[in-house]
């Protein structure tokens, strides 16, 4: 009996000292994480830290020391979707304007689209027609599909399976989103000229032209984006 119970602390002893043995200090997981995140140009997940670090790491853990250690700083670490990646704070992003190219510019169409897609993902061509109130080219899914902000989702349960659309983490990471609860409000998208005050004509044949039509349509909007 004793035998047993001294090989019981025995094995417990040498798996305490192995699992001690190949999981670094916290402050050294902290310095991997910052390395890997730093060298990353895209954002990355804690299963993908927890893979290339060494066993018995923990990175979550790490993280969450990282993420204390740059508050205040001139760069931050944030969390894109369900990644993690090193972004400048945002009152210093006018130091970067400089740096900023613009190649190219989204229609009207496509940001329609876009917001759409945004806010009633996962969401259907044909869903997005009929909230648009017009019909969507090929083309301008295809613009959105090749700068990797939109992608295709699950196909809805619906007779003909049509595919659904939703936007990558890549839109969330350009526009400085942790998820879509982030998006702007109604009001935010107007103060930036992406939305209309009163619809174009014909985009919505259903409304008048007078001021109850529009008080209606602001209602019908209110529906579609969160203030």
Known sequence: ???????????????????????????????????????????????????????????????VHLRKRYEG???????VGDAWAIRTAPDLGFLMQKETVETRKLSRAAIETLAIIA?????????????RGVSVSRGTVDLLLDMEWIRFGRRKMTPGRPVTFVVTQSFMDHFGLESARDLPGLKELRAAGLLESRPPPGAMPQLGEGEDDEDEAAEGQSELFED
């Open 119 to 131: 806010y009633h993902q996962p969401v259907t061509r044909a869903e997005i027609e009929e909230i």
């Open 73 to 79: 700083r001139g760069v931050r670490v944030v969390k």
């Open 1 to 63: 009996m004793s035998e047993g119970m001294e090989k019981e602390e025995e094995e417990g002893k040498g798996e305490q000292e192995e699992s001690l043995f190949e999981a670094p200090p916290i402050a050294e997981q902290e310095r991997m994480v910052e390395a890997i995140l730093f060298a990353s140009a895209e954002p990355v997940t804690v299963k993908e830290l927890n893979d290339r670090m060494p066993h018995g790491a923990d990175a979550a853990e790490a993280l």
